[in-house]
């Protein structure tokens, strides 16, 4: 019987709101492996915003020049004179005037068009994909921050064992934090760290030896359980204790959620993965309003966090990612609202990250075949992104957490780097592609190096270099005109070192 198998029968039970699966008044949410040593990701913290329902992407960041969206959306599109403008066809919500703050600061990327390939318009199955980052058509049963912590963290003696490895406010913990190659949860779930410690305050643990028999491992595990549990909410309470947020948050349930985060941060916790969320988005009808107001909450609670995380003198640290199922459908529906649909964007916001729009505009006159937006951006590719730049995941261990490779963006500045390396640099996808006659290839270096960059036909022979030599840190773009050569495929590599990234073009003439 293994150990998560013989928990079950002892009659686990859904604790009183703040801890959601306790043994007696014990929790016992991912002390099964965080007994082990766990490793340093540089002091990087990575926070979480779920939300649940379904973003309407297209009433987030809007088209405005686009005369497909206003027809698609008579009655619930927002207007040309309500845009917060981002540049002359893109603009927020007028609700997210916050966020358009953070965003003229450049401390806002906003990530369009991110979904995956065979859309699931099921709340739940959705949710499934991208908590476990799976393909559509494959069901994964733990999630890609709980196989990160299984596989980037755990058994490295530099991550103090003292500290839970993950935490998520609210009182049901997701399946994003599970991890199956180390039997189940790798984080601890409370909506309250004096409610939490109040649960384990005056417990003590067991330290009578067990018997050297079957049964006597498993009590011995249970008693492990425990005295780390008690510890947990004792380091917990101690880090909320330590510090008060310094700015004043807004009075909403995401914004109470974060600033517990942001003490629990700035109090020297070393947890580096924090999970919140906020509901209502699944907007069927009478959007309008209701969805301006969430979008509201939503922008003021993530300011209000990242104005407290520079007073606290922690904003280095920390980068927040928002995501949501799905987006929902171009066209409005007869309720004044919108259903469930495909692609929307998504926010990531921090000190450290590259703000600005990222990827293409939404094409409202190319549609999938349910007539929603597409998506241009795998939602792994950001996950990708943050799991490299920012959580400092090695090769191999993305490899075990999103099982293959996907295409990184350039999102978070990697100041900590000081040498060569996969890390080191990003090459993007050309766009157009296929092209004719001209494309554009961007380019980020992300501290000085040398490189190589050129164009080989499928041959093998070299057909330009476009850039070659020193070249400080920095976003580059170099353009790739095909009038002199037949269509085909070509490849495009950026050499830094003994390290290389090829992308492939497609001339079409």
């Not at 799991?387 to 500045?413: C, G, N, T, W, Y």
Request: with cysteine.
């Amino acid at each position: 019987m293994n150990r998560r198998k013989f928990l079950r029968q002892l009659g686990v039970i859904t604790g009183a709101g703040s801890v959601s699966l306790t043994l007696g008044n014990v929790p016992i949410k991912a002390f099964s492996k965080s007994i082990l040593k766990t490793n340093s990701n540089n002091g990087h913290i990575l926070v979480l915003v779920q939300l649940s329902g379904g973003n309407d992407g297209l009433n987030t960041v809007i088209p405005f020049e686009d005369d497909i969206y206003y027809q698609k959306r008579p009655t619930i599109g927002i207007s040309k004179s309500d845009v917060l403008r981002l540049n002359s066809l893109m603009g927020f919500n007028h609700a997210l005037i916050d966020f358009k703050s953070l965003y003229d600061e450049g401390k806002l990327a906003v990530v369009q068009n991110v979904g995956y390939a065979q859309q699931n318009r099921s709340h739940f199955r959705s949710t499934d994909i991208w908590l476990s980052a799976s393909d559509s058509d494959k069901t994964i049963n733990d999630g890609w921050i709980g196989r990160y912590l299984g596989n980037a963290i755990l058994n490295d003696p530099d991550f103090n064992v003292e500290h839970p490895m993950a935490i998520q406010l609210g009182s049901t913990q997701s399946t994003l934090l599970e991890c199956t190659c180390h039997s189940g949860s790798l984080g601890i779930s409370f909506e309250d760290p004096n409610q939490f410690f109040r649960l384990i305050n005056g417990s003590s643990a067991d330290t009578d030896p067990p018997p050297d028999t079957l049964a006597g491992h498993q009590l011995k595990f249970i008693k492990e359980i425990e005295a780390r549990s008690i510890r947990y909410a004792e380091i917990i309470k101690d880090k909320a204790d330590t510090v008060r947020n310094k700015v004043n948050y807004p009075n909403s349930s995401l914004a109470d959620q974060l600033s517990i985060v942001a003490q629990l941060v700035a109090g020297g916790l070393e947890t580096p993965v924090y999970l919140t969320s906020m509901g209502g988005f699944d907007t069927h009808s009478n959007q309008l309003g209701r969805h301006a107001d969430l979008l509201e909450r939503l922008s003021e609670a993530v300011l209000a966090f990242e104005k407290d995380l520079e007073a606290l003198g922690v904003a280095d640290k920390v980068v927040l990612m928002t995501f949501s199922e799905f987006g929902r459908t171009v066209e409005q529906n007869g309720s004044g609202g919108t259903d469930h649909g495909a692609a929307a964007p998504l926010f990531v916001a921090g000190k450290n990250v590259n703000g600005g729009l990222w990827g293409e505009n939404p094409d409202l006159s190319d549609l999938d075949s349910s007539g929603d937006n597409k998506f241009k951006i795998d939602f792994r590719q950001v996950y990708s992104s943050l799991l490299r730049d920012h959580l400092d995941a090695e090769p191999d261990e993305m490899q075990k957490i999103l099982f293959r490779e996907f295409e990184s963006l350039p999102l978070v500045s990697v100041k900590h780097l000081t040498s060569g390396g996969p890390r080191a640099f990003e090459l993007l996808q050309n766009y157009p592609n296929p092209f004719n006659p001209v494309t554009t290839i961007r380019y980020t270096l992300r501290l000085p190096q040398v490189i190589s960059l050129k164009v080989f036909d499928p041959t093998g022979r070299e057909v330009v270099t476009l850039a070659e030599g020193y070249r400080d840190a920095g976003n580059y773009t170099a353009t790739f005109g095909g009038n002199r050569y037949p269509s085909g495929i070509y490849y495009c590599h950026l050499v830094s070192g003994s390290y290389r990234k090829t992308i492939k073009m497609t001339l079409v003439k």
